[in-house]
């Protein structure tokens, strides 16, 4: 059982240094002199005014020390915001790194969004402007509309998070009541040329869901917004500011974020340079290297995070007593982003949720590992990436007097692996792509 789960960690190390942002960044922009190439276009620096660099999300850190190794003396001066601790031990020259709260956004995020925006406002058509964005951005750039607080939005991220809403429905809600997601930050640059180099933590890397889509046309209105409110009941939840404020936008008294089609889209060039099917992929090919007869199952994974551990026993049974769909010696790889809804008070997230709920199913399996990390390295609000389970966890659990269901029904994966050693602790990864869980039957 060791041997499998050293290699579970093996495997997931390699599908974090397949998202790592700054392989992605100089994969996708090069500097030949003062040519500039990002992916199939080409920019003549020699004829910009000034090059300017904001960014937002977990993994910007990493990506601007990218960007000022290939821009060097062409840079004027940037700004990006990441999360408390994913700066350490990053450093750059021109580009101030700035930390703020994530998932709950805090005073230093909207602090953060108005440098960025003064760096947008002074910008001209003669102007240059890199946008470095990664998972986290939603709560890490934001200024919401007049009327809106900060505890309006707070309150409504926690309520929306607390009902198993996912990332979309939230991405919706926060466009319609911001100054700045769903495309409006490119509205902001004043016609300035902006190439957004974009790290996807979401399925299937729709530009207008990834941190919000500050820089793409929205495909979501203030009636969708309205719906989310309406299918989960948060009526009373939610902040009566932001409930007006969006049924005033979709009654059509306040216009809607900008489509597509939109003229002010000509001069943005969005370009996805790293995502979950590269780390996945990777995480295949270490498999296969290390013996194992190795399956992608899916990258697309949804759902409440304990319902997918149920699904993952289940395979785990069947190559356990017909060699299907993989035969053994198995790896199967998942990439995702399940959700949790939280019915009690314990401290945890949905990659442990899921090791947890899949210890309990696997307990007693014939040599079953399950390991399940983000690869921000940061689960829910804990320090683990995620934690690691096997056929024998449970029954160390209860040795040690930890009742594996009791944990599971208090939200509370972090205090039973905790004891166990079974915590995956990376520290922050300086990437974000979303969620791998590895199932291995020897």
């Given at each position: 059982?060791?041997?499998?789960?050293?290699?579970?960690?093996?495997?997931?190390?390699?599908?974090?240094?397949?998202?790592?942002?700054?392989?992605?960044?100089?994969?996708?922009?090069?500097?030949?002199?003062?040519?500039?190439?990002?992916?199939?276009?080409?920019?003549?620096?020699?004829?910009?005014?000034?090059?300017?660099?904001?960014?937002?999300?977990?993994?910007?850190?990493?990506?601007?020390?990218?960007?000022?190794?290939?821009?060097?003396?062409?840079?004027?001066?940037?700004?990006?915001?990441?999360?408390?601790?994913?700066?350490?031990?990053?450093?750059?020259?021109?580009?101030?790194?700035?930390?703020?709260?994530?998932?709950?956004?805090?005073?230093?995020?909207?602090?953060?969004?108005?440098?960025?925006?003064?760096?947008?406002?002074?910008?001209?058509?003669?102007?240059?402007?890199?946008?470095l964005v990664s998972g986290g951005g939603s709560a890490l750039l934001e200024l919401p509309v007049p009327g809106i607080s900060l505890a309006d939005l707070r309150a409504m991220t926690d309520a929306l998070l607390?009902?198993?809403?996912?990332?979309?429905?939230?991405?919706?809600?926060?466009?319609?009541?911001?100054?700045?997601?769903?495309?409006?930050?490119?509205?902001?640059?004043?016609?300035?040329?902006?190439?957004?180099?974009?790290?996807?933590?979401?399925?299937?890397?729709?530009?207008?869901?990834?941190?919000?889509?500050?820089?793409?046309?929205?495909?979501?209105?203030?009636?969708?917004?309205?719906?989310?409110?309406?299918?989960?009941?948060?009526?009373?939840?939610?902040?009566?500011?932001?409930?007006?404020?969006?049924?005033?936008?979709?009654?059509?008294?306040?216009?809607?974020?900008?489509?597509?089609?939109?003229?002010?889209?000509?001069?943005?060039?969005?370009?996805?340079?790293?995502?979950?099917?590269?780390?996945?992929?990777?995480?295949?090919?270490?498999?296969?290297?290390?013996?194992?007869?190795?399956?992608?199952?899916?990258?697309?994974?949804?759902?409440?995070?304990?319902?997918?551990?149920?699904?993952?026993?289940?395979?785990?049974?069947?190559?356990?007593?017909?060699?299907?769909?993989?035969?053994?010696?198995?790896?199967?790889?998942?990439?995702?982003?399940?959700?949790?809804?939280?019915?009690?008070?314990?401290?945890?997230?949905?990659?442990?949720?899921?090791?947890?709920?899949?210890?309990?199913?696997?307990?007693?399996?014939?040599?079953?590992?399950?390991?399940?990390?983000?690869?921000?390295?940061?689960?829910?609000?804990?320090?683990?990436?995620?934690?690691?389970?096997?056929?024998?966890?449970?029954?160390?659990?209860?040795?040690?007097?930890?009742?594996?269901?009791?944990?599971?029904?208090?939200?509370?994966?972090?205090?039973?692996?905790?004891?166990?050693?079974?915590?995956?602790?990376?520290?922050?990864?300086?990437?974000?792509?979303?969620?791998?869980?590895?199932?291995?039957?020897?």
């Amino acid at each position: 059982m060791s041997n499998s789960r050293t290699s579970a960690h093996t495997i997931f190390q390699a599908a974090l240094r397949a998202a790592d942002p700054s392989q992605a960044i100089h994969r996708a922009m090069q500097r030949n002199g003062t040519r500039l190439r990002v992916q199939d276009r080409e920019y003549d620096l020699a004829r910009v005014s000034n090059v300017c660099v904001i960014g937002f999300g977990k993994a910007s850190a990493t990506m601007a020390r990218a960007v000022e190794e290939i821009l060097g003396d062409f840079l004027t001066r940037g700004w990006v915001t990441v999360k408390y601790g994913h700066t350490v031990p990053l450093t750059t020259n021109k580009i101030h790194l700035h930390e703020a709260g994530h998932p709950l956004l805090d005073e230093n995020s909207l602090e953060g969004t108005r440098h960025i925006l003064e760096i947008l406002d002074r910008a001209t058509e003669n102007d240059l402007i890199l946008v470095l964005v990664s998972g986290g951005g939603s709560a890490l750039l934001e200024l919401p509309v007049p009327g809106i607080s900060l505890a309006d939005l707070r309150a409504m991220t926690d309520a929306l998070l607390r009902c198993g809403a996912t990332i979309n429905e939230i991405n919706t809600l926060r466009k319609h009541i911001s100054q700045v997601k769903g495309g409006q930050l490119a509205r902001r640059a004043r016609g300035a040329q902006i190439i957004a180099l974009i790290l996807s933590d979401v399925l299937g890397s729709p530009l207008d869901t990834i941190a919000s889509g500050p820089t793409a046309p929205d495909s979501t209105t203030f009636a969708d917004a309205l719906a989310v409110i309406e299918r989960y009941a948060l009526r009373a939840q939610i902040p009566e500011a932001i409930v007006t404020h969006i049924e005033r936008g979709a009654r059509g008294e306040i216009p809607d974020t900008p489509k597509l089609g939109d003229p002010l889209f000509a001069r943005v060039h969005n370009v996805v340079i790293a995502d979950l099917t590269m780390a996945c992929d990777a995480a295949v090919q270490r498999a296969r290297e290390l013996g194992y007869n190795t399956l992608l199952l899916s990258s697309f994974v949804q759902g409440e995070a304990r319902e997918f551990a149920k699904f993952l026993a289940a395979i785990a049974r069947e190559i356990v007593t017909s060699n299907r769909p993989v035969a053994k010696p198995a790896c199967v790889i998942c990439g995702g982003e399940t959700t949790v809804t939280l019915r009690g008070k314990g401290k945890g997230g949905r990659n442990q949720e899921i090791a947890l709920a899949a210890a309990i199913e696997i307990a007693g399996m014939s040599r079953v590992v399950v390991l399940s990390g983000g690869t921000d390295g940061t689960d829910g609000p804990t320090d683990a990436a995620g934690a690691i389970a096997d056929s024998e966890t449970v029954a160390r659990a209860t040795h040690l007097g930890l009742d594996a269901r009791a944990f599971l029904a208090n939200n509370d994966a972090y205090h039973f692996f905790q004891p166990l050693g079974d915590l995956l602790i990376t520290g922050p990864t300086g990437t974000n792509v979303g969620d791998v869980t590895i199932l291995m039957v020897d």
